[in-house]
């Protein structure tokens, strides 16, 4: 079973600290920084929440070529959520809080006007009419209002739940459901939202349910719970199992993919909404998103121009200037002739090269417990300093999907004799392409290996 959650993503910065003075230049308190912790936010968080639990996740977004953009891909596939990005001009949108004593003392907001993304890729709209249920999580800049997005959510067979913005564009036609809370709801309603109370909901839910032409629209209302608003005069009333008090952040995210994969098993529409309720209710009573997403430690710092925030940077200046970013991929147990020419033809496709290296587990799962015979610092290294490599990063897994999902190369390159690649399908997400160029004979480090141990016989 597999959710595709389709919307704007952000990144999300708390700068914990401490205050124990005012600026000596301004009425303001100075913040000492003690530590930073960063996660997905919009459909980014949304996505984050649903994964793992026992189901594939992938998300449709928009991430611009900057360090933001490459921090939210490292994120988010580090999660295990399958990425689609498209393009988005400007920069990745910033919310950036700054925290002490558990208040916030300011929020810096960066992005600036939200403009169109880019084009969809076919991978993009081929997930779309794979899926198995999709959650529209719109945030109001832009990715719910493309045009090929819309038409292949509408065409989908599969249940589609909408989670609307008063900022952005009315769901398509014949929605399952819709999930506003009761601030949207009232906003997005006009007249019909005056008042307050379950009247005001009730009322709030049917106008919209007929203007969009959804099959049902819920009206979330925190502690309260919900009031589902379908074909019949009476709504359904749903209220929390248990009273919770807590940081409601991501609550309507936990609400709205809950209800999206509940339908996607076959369930009612009321009984996803009753799930739903319990499942958004738990999470705020068991501490929302800070006890859900354990703070991930940064990436270990690689020598010279090896590391992940290195390659990370490296693509985003590379994008910035409208240049090809290249990447390539193997162990390098041994370097030889037969790398370097592989390496020297792959750089020469772009403006920059990326090699992606096996760490040493990852060797030794891939090529038996003797190998590599170089560790993964010495290889990495060694690959640096080769004037057509401009990047190194080290990955663990058999294969380099995650490291790729994060970095979006535009060409993916393998030295060899090969009718196909295993990565295509991945880089094809965000448009981008696999090629292979020619593998000087004869070289091989297991040959080489082998030559070493037969001439010392």
């Known amino acids: ?201 009730q009322r709030a839910g049917h106008q919209l349910r007929q203007r969009w032409r959804a099959g049902a629209v819920v009206v979330t209302r925190g502690a309260q719970g919900a009031v589902l608003c379908h074909s019949g005069p009476t709504p359904l009333v749903i209220p929390p199992r248990e009273a919770s008090e807590g940081d409601t952040c991501g609550a309507g995210d936990r609400f709205a993919s809950a209800a999206a994969l509940a339908l996607a098993r076959g369930a009612l529409v009321s009984e996803a909404v009753q799930e739903a309720v319990a499942v958004a209710s738990g999470f705020v009573a068991g501490g929302g998103v800070q006890a859900a997403l354990e703070p991930r430690p940064a990436p270990a710092e690689k020598p010279g121009r090896a590391g992940a925030d290195e390659a990370g940077r490296l693509v985003a200046e590379t994008r910035a200037r409208g240049g090809t970013v290249v990447a390539t991929g193997g162990c390098f147990d041994l370097l030889h002739t037969g790398h370097l020419a592989t390496l020297r033809a792959a750089r020469a496709l772009g403006d920059c090269l990326i090699v992606c290296l096996n760490s040493d587990d990852s060797v030794r799962r891939l090529k038996g417990p003797d190998r590599p015979l170089t560790g993964q610092d010495d290889r990495a290294r060694l690959l640096a300093a080769l004037d057509c490599v401009d990047a190194v990063v080290v990955f663990d897994e058999p294969t380099p999907e995650a490291v790729l999902s994060w970095l979006r190369p535009d060409v993916w390159v393998k030295g060899g004799d090969y009718d196909s690649l295993p990565e295509t399908e991945v880089v094809e997400r965000w448009g981008g392409q696999t090629v292979i160029v020619p593998y000087l004979d004869g070289r091989s480090t297991t040959k080489t290996i082998a030559a070493a141990k037969s001439g010392g016989q």
């Open 1 to 201: 079973m597999r959710l595709v959650i389709v919307g704007d993503t952000l990144l999300d910065r708390d700068v914990q600290g401490s205050v124990h003075r005012i600026a000596p230049d301004a009425p303001a308190p100075v913040l000492d920084e003690e530590e930073v912790h960063e996660r997905p936010g919009g459909a980014g968080l949304a996505a984050l929440l649903a994964a793992g639990h026992g189901y594939q996740v992938a998300l449709v977004t928009a991430l611009a070529a900057d360090p933001a953009g490459a921090r939210l891909s490292e994120l988010l596939t580090a999660a295990g959520i399958e990425l689609y990005a498209l393009p988005l001009p400007g920069a990745t949108p910033e919310k950036i809080r700054l925290r002490a004593g558990g208040q916030v003392l300011l929020r810096l907001d960066r992005g600036g006007t939200p403009q169109p993304p880019g084009d969809a890729p076919q991978a993009v709209l081929d997930v779309l009419r794979d899926a198995t249920a999709i959650l529209v999580s719109d945030y109001g800049r832009g990715v719910a209002r493309h045009p090929a997005l819309r038409a292949a959510i509408e065409e989908s067979k599969a249940p589609v739940v909408w989670d609307p913005h008063p900022n952005g564009p009315p769901p398509v036609p014949n929605v399952r459901l819709v999930t506003p809370n009761e601030s949207e709801a009232k906003r997005l309603a006009d007249d019909a939202g005056n008042g307050s109370g379950l009247a005001a909901a």
